[in-house]
């Protein structure tokens, strides 16, 4: 990767974690959100749905916003949105005794703000690179940045309400600050072509789902489905730690944080392997969660937390392995007027499993968990089957999806073929 890149790279990788922070700092502290605020379960949950529905329904015209004029111009203002919803959030709950709707408020500008940040960081690393290889490193970057958010917010949550309960909310303007200074002073945005009319703009974007939405439908599945199966597995985790094991505060962060950590790293090493091999992303894509289906699947038969927990880290490298492939071949599929608006429209889809997720796990949760891991199993298993059938990649105009798996492999790792036996 160029080295005058770095800077940009260290600016841009600080928006998913700041947006990641922001979110999942208050699930392990939800309870006592719930106590201090006087509020029902289900009035609870909703600081964490109303931000994920105002990002799913915002997210594409964002995405349309950064291809006309410039990811820089949406992401600046979009990190002030954040800042202010985590403001109004905050400076209600530490002043007013009845300050929920204020932090609904305050949450759901949170929302817009990520709809307009987060997402259009994907097509901003295909902008900066122009080698293949490099746009997938600066991927796998961006995909360990998201996923070390995630590590790092259920402690830092835990940590930062043991001593004021609002004080994860007041955290967020100060991160959000924080990259707004990185993005103004060390990102060097590309230079953004000429908007098109509205008009142009959807009949290319309408030919590319003519020419290419088999695939693409394909990658927005099992985006959606790797982060539905993330988040309702770390609820079910973080369900049984505290209710099962009667653990909370900083130690149940750090044991959720252990099969998240095991994702980071898959998901680091893996942009840096894959490189422009597509093929290659394909069978990672395909192993990778297949790998994580068994897993799941096995969860459901586990008596002990260490071997739960160590099924789970083996779930986490299956599917950290897999997304910086998917992101891989949405910026590198995709032209760069209308990169931000597709790629836009593959974040909704991993927000919409993100918001699905611990919801549909805590009705599953009810019966037995081998009907929990089961669903949860086969509906990995089956985006495994739609990535192998749906995702051929192309190298000079060329479908290369008909070898058999040992020949791909085989030629992707070596860069030869594998010689013909004799006859």
């Known amino acids: 990767?160029?080295?005058?890149?770095?800077?940009?790279?260290?600016?841009?990788?600080?928006?998913?974690?700041?947006?990641?922070?922001?979110?999942?700092?208050?699930?392990?502290?939800?309870?006592?959100?719930?106590?201090?605020?006087?509020?029902?379960?289900?009035?609870?949950?909703?600081?964490?749905?109303?931000?994920?529905?105002?990002?799913?329904?915002?997210?594409?015209?964002?995405?349309?916003?950064?291809?006309?004029?410039?990811?820089?111009?949406?992401?600046?203002?979009?990190?002030?949105?954040?800042?202010?919803?985590?403001?109004?959030?905050?400076?209600?709950?530490?002043?007013?005794?009845?300050?929920?709707?204020?932090?609904?408020?305050?949450?759901?500008?949170?929302?817009?703000?990520?709809?307009?940040?987060?997402?259009?960081?994907?097509?901003?690393?295909?902008?900066?690179?122009?080698?293949?290889?490099?746009?997938?490193?600066?991927?796998?970057?961006?995909?360990?940045?998201?996923?070390?958010?995630?590590?790092?917010?259920?402690?830092?949550?835990?940590?930062?309400?043991t001593f004021l309960w609002y004080l994860p909310f007041l955290a967020i303007p100060v991160f959000s600050a924080i990259s707004i200074l990185l993005v103004l002073f060390l990102l060097k945005s590309p230079?953004?072509?000429?908007?098109?009319?509205?008009?142009?703009?959807?009949?290319?974007?309408?030919?590319?789902?003519?020419?290419?939405?088999?695939?693409?439908?394909?990658?927005?599945?099992?985006?959606?489905?790797?982060?539905?199966?993330?988040?309702?597995?770390?609820?079910?985790?973080?369900?049984?730690?505290?209710?099962?094991?009667?653990?909370?505060?900083?130690?149940?962060?750090?044991?959720?944080?252990?099969?998240?950590g095991a994702l980071c790293i898959a998901s680091y090493l893996t942009g840096k392997f894959i490189g422009d091999k597509k093929k290659l992303m394909k069978w990672l894509t395909f192993t990778g969660l297949l790998f994580a289906a068994l897993a799941v699947f096995l969860a459901g038969y586990v008596a002990t937390l260490s071997f739960l927990i160590l099924i789970l880290v083996a779930a986490g490298v299956g599917i950290g392995a897999s997304l910086p492939c998917l992101d891989a071949f949405i910026t590198a599929g995709i032209e760069k007027e209308q990169r931000g608006t597709i790629s836009s429209l593959y974040s909704s889809m991993r927000f919409i499993g993100v918001a699905a997720g611990p919801p549909v796990v805590s009705v599953l949760m009810g019966g037995s968990p081998f009907v929990l891991f089961g669903l949860l199993a086969g509906l990995t298993l089956l985006g495994a089957i739609v990535g192998l059938f749906a995702i051929r990649p192309k190298t000079n105009g060329k479908e290369e999806g008909r070898e058999s798996m040992k020949q791909l492999i085989w030629r992707d790792l070596f860069k030869g073929k594998p010689r013909n036996k004799a006859r």
């Open 1 to 161: 990767m160029q080295s005058d890149k770095t800077l940009d790279l260290i600016s841009v990788a600080s928006i998913p974690l700041i947006m990641t922070l922001g979110n999942s700092m208050l699930i392990p502290i939800l309870p006592t959100l719930q106590t201090k605020l006087g509020v029902s379960s289900f009035q609870i949950s909703m600081i964490i749905t109303v931000y994920s529905a105002v990002a799913i329904v915002l997210i594409p015209l964002a995405g349309y916003l950064s291809d006309q004029f410039g990811r820089k111009k949406v992401i600046v203002p979009s990190l002030i949105i954040t800042a202010l919803g985590g403001l109004i959030s905050g400076v209600s709950a530490m002043m007013f005794q009845d300050s929920y709707w204020l932090i609904l408020l305050g949450r759901m500008l949170q929302g817009a703000g990520a709809a307009g940040s987060a997402p259009i960081v994907l097509p901003l690393i295909g902008d900066m690179f122009y080698r293949e290889e490099e746009v997938s490193s600066g991927l796998g970057v961006i995909e360990t940045a998201n996923t070390f958010g995630k590590v790092l917010s259920p402690i830092l949550g835990a940590f930062l309400a």
């Open 191 to 260: 230079k953004q072509q000429t908007p098109k009319k509205f008009g142009v703009f959807l009949h290319d974007v309408r030919e590319i789902f003519k020419q290419k939405g088999k695939w693409l439908l394909a990658v927005f599945t099992l985006g959606g489905i790797c982060m539905f199966v993330l988040f309702g597995v770390l609820f079910y985790l973080s369900t049984t730690l505290e209710e099962k094991y009667g653990i909370d505060g900083v130690v149940k962060g750090l044991l959720l944080a252990i099969p998240l």
